[in-house]
C-alpha cells in the first residue's frame, strides 16, 4: 500500500513491527544477503534461477570479484532468509532438462524491502570498516529471539536513556514485557561487551551496599528447594539465620562472609552476581533488597555504547527507523538500485560480508595455522575454558565464531591432544562447566 508525498513521489506504509523484526534477523546483519534481496528486487516480473543470481553476484563486482562465493550460496540467501520473510516467491522456469526452482521479487520485497537494504547498504558504504555481522551480530537461532533485533532494542534502550547509558538490569527488566529472558540480554551485552562494542562499568566488585531482608522464604515456582545452585541455598540460610537474630540489614560484604563460613566452596563471582540482583523481578533472592547507605535503590553494572561505536550505531539506529517509518522509502530504493549498479560499491560491500563473518579469519589462516594457534594457547593457558581461549584469540587478532571454536576443540581431543573436564560447584546442570588442557605426552 502507498500514497502520493509529492510529485514523483510514494510513501509506502509503515512497517508493522513484525515486518520490520523479520527483516532485521533473517537479512539486515549480512551485506550479502541485502545485495541479493536488492538485484532481485532490481527487476520486478523477473525469476533468478541459482545460476543466474550466482552469475549476477558476482559480475556485479567488476573485473576483480573480492567473493567468488559457492554457486549455491545466494540462492540459499533467497530459500532460507528471503522467502521466510515474504521478501521473494518461489516459483519455477524451463530448465535445459526440464523445470527449475527460482525466485521473483514480492510487492514487499520492491517495496518496504529494498527501501530498508538501501538503508543499511548506504550505511554500510558510509562506515567502511564497521561491518553489520560485528554490530547486529549473527543470526544462528530458529527462535523468534535473534541476535539483530535484541541488540536493536538493546541501543534503543541505550541511546534513549537521558545520560547515554542504562544498566544490565533496566534493559532486561525492559526487554522481558516482550519475552525477552533476562539471560538472552545478559549474554548479548556480554558478547556486545567483549566485541568492544559497549563498554560497561561493574560495580561487582566495587561496590559494599547494605542488604535489606524483607522475606527469608525460598518461594520459587517451579524448583524446590534442595534443587536450587548451592550460593542460593546458602543466601537463604544467611538470611534465616539473620532473621533469626532480629538482624534485617547487613553490608554485601559482611553477607558475603557469612555464606562462606556456611560453605567456603561457594563461587564468589555468582554469590556476589545473586545478591547484587537482589530485589528485583529477575532475581533468585526476590526477599532480599539491595539499598544505598542512605536508603535509595542501587544501580549495578551501567552500559553505554563505546565511543568509536557511538556515531555509526546512532546513524543506523536513526536510518532504520527512518526507512521503516515509509517516508523515505523512494529515496532508499533508489539508493539499493544504484549500489547494485556501480560495481566499485558494489564489490566494497560484498568484500564486507566476506570479512565480517566470524569465521573469516579462520578460514583464511587455514585450519592447521588455526589448530596450531589453540592448541598453543591452550598449552601456554593452562586449564581454560572455551570463554578463556576465544578471548584470547581475539586479543590476538583472530575472530572466530564459536561453533567453529567447538569443532576444533572437538577434534583436538579426540586426537588426545588435549583433555576436557567438567568443572561445577553446584548440582545444577546449567551450571556445569567445560575446561580444556593440554595432555602430557611420555
Not at 33 to 41: D, E, F, G, P, Y
Not at 319 to 327: D, F, K, P, V
Amino acid at each position: 500500500m502507498t500514497e502520493v508525498v509529492s510529485a514523483g513521489e510514494t510513501k509506502e506504509d509503515e512497517l508493522s513491527r513484525e515486518q520490520f523484526e523479520a527483516f532485521l534477523n533473517s537479512v539486515g546483519n549480512h551485506e550479502a544477503k541485502l545485495l541479493t534481496a536488492s538485484v532481485i528486487a532490481s527487476y520486478p516480473g523477473v525469476w533468478f534461477s541459482q545460476t543466474r543470481i550466482y552469475k549476477e553476484m558476482v559480475s556485479r563486482q567488476g573485473d576483480a570479484p573480492s567473493w567468488e562465493m559457492n554457486r549455491s550460496v545466494p540462492f540459499a540467501y533467497c530459500r532460507h532468509s528471503l522467502e521466510p520473510i515474504g521478501a521473494v516467491v518461489r516459483g519455477e522456469v524451463k530448465g535445459h532438462r526440464g523445470p527449475m526452482l527460482a525466485y521473483q521479487a514480492t510487492e514487499f520485497g520492491t517495496g518496504s524491502g529494498m527501501a530498508l537494504a538501501g538503508a543499511l547498504l548506504s550505511w554500510g558504504l558510509e562506515y567502511p570498516d564497521t561491518f553489520l555481522q560485528r554490530v547486529l551480530g549473527i543470526t544462528s537461532s530458529k527462535t523468534d529471539i535473534r541476535s539483530p533485533v535484541t541488540r536493536y532494542r538493546i541501543f534503543e534502550e541505550i541511546l534513549t536513556s537521558p545520560y547515554g547509558e542504562t544498566s544490565y538490569a533496566d534493559i532486561a527488566r525492559t526487554l522481558k514485557t516482550d519475552g525477552y529472558a533476562y539471560k538472552t540480554v545478559e549474554r548479548q551485552l556480554d558478547e556486545m561487551n567483549e566485541a568492544r562494542i559497549v563498554s560497561t562499568a561493574s560495580v561487582l566488585q566495587k561496590y559494599n551496599p547494605i542488604l535489606e531482608i524483607t522475606d527469608s522464604s525460598y518461594r520459587h515456582p517451579s524448583i524446590k528447594f534442595d534443587k536450587a545452585t548451592i550460593e542460593t541455598r546458602v543466601a537463604y540460610q544467611v538470611m534465616a539465620d539473620l532473621m533469626k537474630g532480629g538482624i534485617k540489614n547487613l553490608s554485601l560484604e559482611d553477607f558475603i562472609e557469612m555464606c562462606l563460613s556456611i560453605d567456603p566452596t561457594v563461587d564468589l563471582k555468582e554469590i556476589r552476581h545473586k545478591l547484587v540482583d537482589a530485589g528485583h523481578e529477575t532475581s533468585a533472592l526476590p526477599g532480599l533488597k539491595v539499598i544505598d547507605r542512605n536508603g535509595a535503590p542501587v544501580k549495578r553494572t551501567s552500559v553505554s555504547i563505546a565511543p568509536e561505536f557511538e556515531k555509526p550505531i546512532t546513524d543506523l539506529m536513526n536510518i532504520l527507523i527512518e526507512a521503516r517509518q515509509g517516508s523515505s522509502s523512494q529515496k532508499f530504493s533508489r539508493m539499493a538500485k544504484a549500489i547494485v549498479s556501480e560495481p566499485q560499491a558494489f564489490n566494497a560491500l560484498i568484500d564486507k560480508a566476506r570479512k565480517g563473518s566470524p569465521s573469516y579469519r579462520g578460514h583464511l589462516l587455514g585450519p592447521e595455522v588455526y589448530r596450531k594457534n589453540v592448541l598453543e594457547l591452550i598449552e601456554a593457558l593452562g586449564s581454560v575454558s572455551l570463554k578463556d581461549i576465544r578471548m584470547a584469540l581475539e586479543a590476538s587478532g583472530m575472530h572466530i565464531s564459536t561453533i567453529t571454536l567447538r569443532r576444533t576443540l572437538s577434534s583436538l581431543e579426540e586426537e588426545d591432544q588435549i583433555m576436557a573436564t567438567e568443572s561445577t560447584n553446584t548440582p545444577s546442570k546449567f551450571k556445569t562447566h567445560r575446561r580444556y588442557s593440554a595432555r602430557e605426552h611420555s
